[in-house]
């Protein structure tokens, strides 16, 4: 079963930028799989921000992160990235890169493969 690790998480300022990744660890057919990016913020369920179809033609966001995020993956490196531009206080959150071997889903509880999750926090 693929792993996942995310890494670029980290403090900043409103209206700036940070991009996010995460890596598939020691797994082959990464390249077969939809990915998503999710966030949770404290004292909130944890929600869907972007995803990916498998070949990268087919993206979806969030209305909240439309046109400020953009997400791509490198199925080469068994990566897929969010660049998070514009950011908000509101987007101060725990962001989780997910994926399933089933069909893909927006919905949190229909995933089954997480990775630790990286810590965003935006200062106003």
């Known amino acids: 079963q693929v792993q996942l690790l995310e890494s670029g998480g980290g403090l900043v300022q409103a209206g700036d930028s940070l991009r996010l990744s995460c890596r598939a660890v020691?797994?082959?057919?990464?390249?077969?799989?939809?990915m998503g990016w999710f966030r949770q913020a404290r004292g909130k369920e944890r929600e869907f921000v972007a995803f990916?179809?498998?070949?990268?033609?087919?993206?979806d966001y969030a209305d909240s992160v439309k046109g400020r995020f953009d997400i791509s993956r490198d199925n080469a490196e068994h990566t897929v990235d969010l660049q998070m531009n514009s950011l908000k206080p509101e987007d101060t959150a725990i962001y989780y890169c997910?994926?399933?071997?089933?069909?893909?889903?927006?919905?949190?509880?229909?995933?089954?493969?997480w990775g630790q999750g990286t810590q965003v926090t935006v200062s106003s």
């Open positions: 990916i179809s498998w070949r990268g033609g087919r993206t």
């Open positions: 020691s797994e082959r057919t990464f390249h077969n799989y939809a």
């Open positions: 997910a994926t399933t071997v089933v069909a893909f889903t927006a919905t949190p509880r229909d995933l089954d493969i």
